[in-house]
């Protein structure tokens, strides 16, 4: 009964990640479909709306807005939407972690990039960490010129700590980011190589 059972939770651990990585991707076209839908209908007649319609009108409108983003008149008025959503509490926290969020990943590569995997050394204890960058200015803040910022991901969580250590704790080791990444992300269980 015991061999069942992990035979049944082997089967759940590989069908799992896939299922719900297909599944959030189904929910999404779906979800821009309704929403494109509901929009379409009103231009055009139901009985001339084909399924995928708005599928294909929400990327089309995705693809117009990442063009128009660069126009003067657009960067304004998303600048005055911006500026509005800063001054509401609770929402600007909400707003401002989306859009740091969404940034790190529409960003040039050289701004987003984690720049080194670490080995951070605090007492006894050594955590694995990236590297994001130098001090720089840090606003109010006499920060020593021997400090570096590294980010230490928390395991299980989206999240974690930036913390600025000295150079002389910090090592870089011979590991990618995504290995590393996936490492302390699953705790140190994972046991997929690449």
Do not use: C
């Not at 990943?105 to 590297?131: A, D, H, R, W, Y």
């Not at 590294?150 to 250590?165: A, H």
């Not at 996936?182 to 994972?190: H, I, K, M, P």
Request: aromatic letters at 10%.
């Amino acid at each position: 009964m015991i061999n069942l059972w992990k035979i049944l939770l082997k089967g759940i651990a590989a069908v799992l990640p896939i299922g719900l990585t297909l599944y959030f991707i189904y929910w999404l076209i779906v979800s821009i479909e309704k929403a494109a839908h509901s929009l379409i209908t009103l231009i055009l007649p139901e009985q001339y709306y084909v399924p995928g319609m708005g599928m294909v009108a929400g990327i089309l409108l995705l693809f117009f807005i990442g063009l128009m983003v660069n126009a003067w008149l657009f960067k304004r008025i998303i600048g005055l939407g911006e500026d509005l959503l800063e001054r509401i509490p609770l929402i600007k926290t909400v707003y401002g972690g989306l859009r740091d969020f969404m940034d790190y990943f529409s960003s040039s590569p050289e701004k987003k990039e984690l720049q080194k995997v670490v080995m951070v050394t605090l007492n006894e204890i050594q955590l694995i960490g990236f590297v994001t960058g130098e001090i720089g200015d840090l606003e109010g803040i006499d920060m020593p010129e021997d400090k570096v910022p590294v980010y230490l991901p928390l395991s299980y969580q989206i999240g974690g700590y930036t913390v600025y250590v000295s150079k002389d704790k910090v090592k870089v080791i011979d590991m990618s980011v995504e290995e590393a990444m996936r490492r302390v992300l699953t705790a140190g269980l994972s046991t997929k190589k690449h």
